[in-house]
C-alpha cells in the first residue's frame, strides 16, 4: 500500500459518516453551496434555553465602622455559604482592579499554613477582604508579627482572628515528643510546646489532639499581645478585637472559641 500523501490526508480528514453517509466538509465554519438552481435552505432558528438567574450577592458589611460581633458574624455567613456549597457570585476582577493601588483589609488571620485551609475560601471572601498570615502551627515568629502589626498599624485592621485547626500537623509533631530531624523544625516545636504541655498525663488520644489544638489557639493569641506592642495598644484602646477559632475539617466549620481579649469576649460559638 502506497503512503498517503497530506493532500489525500486533508480530503480525508474533511469527511465524517453519518447515517453511513459519506458528507464533505464537517466542522468547517464556511456553509456548503446548494446545488445549481435550487433555492438555499434557510436555517430554523432554536428555541431559546430559558434564562437562569444569577443567586444574589451576599450582602456587605461595613468593616470600617462595624461593630466586632457584626464583622465576625459576616465572616461566619461567607463560612456557612461555604459549608453549603453555595458562595457568593463576586467579580474578581472588579475587585482586583479596585485593590491595585491601595488596600484595606479590616481583618487580619493568622492561621496555620496546612494546604486545607484556605481563609479566603473558608470564609468566602474576595480580593482585598482579608490580610492572612500562614505559618505551621500558625506560630507567630517576629516575621509574622511584624507582618500583622503592619495589617493593624497601617492597613487599620479591627479585628484579628488565631485560627487553628483539627489534626494540625506541627501540633502532633509537638505532642510526639520526638526530636526533629533539623533545627528548624525543632524551633517550631519549641515555639508550640510550652501551649501544650500542660496536657500531657490528663488526655488522651483523639481528646488530647483536641484540646492540644484549641490550647495552640490560645497560646498564640496570648502570644501575640505579649509578644507586640502594637497589638497590646490597640487591643487596649479597644480598637482591635482577638478572636480565636477552630477550622473542622471535614465538615468545613469554623467553630469560635471563648475567652476573646476584648470587647464581644463572650464564650458563645458560632
Known sequence: MSLITRRKFATLAGLVTVSGVLKPGWGQSHAAEPPAGKAPVKAVAKEAAPTVAAPAAAPKVDRSIASPEEI??????GNKRFTSGKTAPRDVIAARIKTANSQQPYVAVLCCSDSRLSPELLFDQNIGDLFVVRTAGHVADPIALGSLEYAI??????????????????????LSGEAMPTENL?????????????????VQGETLMSLAVEANVHYCASNLIEASPIVRHEVAAGKL??????????SGEVLRLGGNFSEGASASKH
Not at 497601617?154 to 483539627?166: D, P
Not at 525543632?186 to 490528663?202: F, N, S
Open 186 to 202: 525543632t524551633a517550631l516545636v519549641e515555639k508550640i510546646r510550652p501551649g501544650i504541655d500542660r496536657l500531657k498525663g490528663l
Open 72 to 77: 465576625w458574624n459576616d465572616l461566619i455567613e
Open 153 to 174: 498599624e497601617h492597613l487599620h485592621s479591627r479585628m484579628l482572628v488565631v485560627l487553628g485547626h483539627e489534626k494540625c500537623g506541627a501540633v502532633a509533631a509537638t
Open 241 to 250: 478585637t482577638v478572636v480565636k477559632a477552630v477550622y473542622k475539617l471535614g
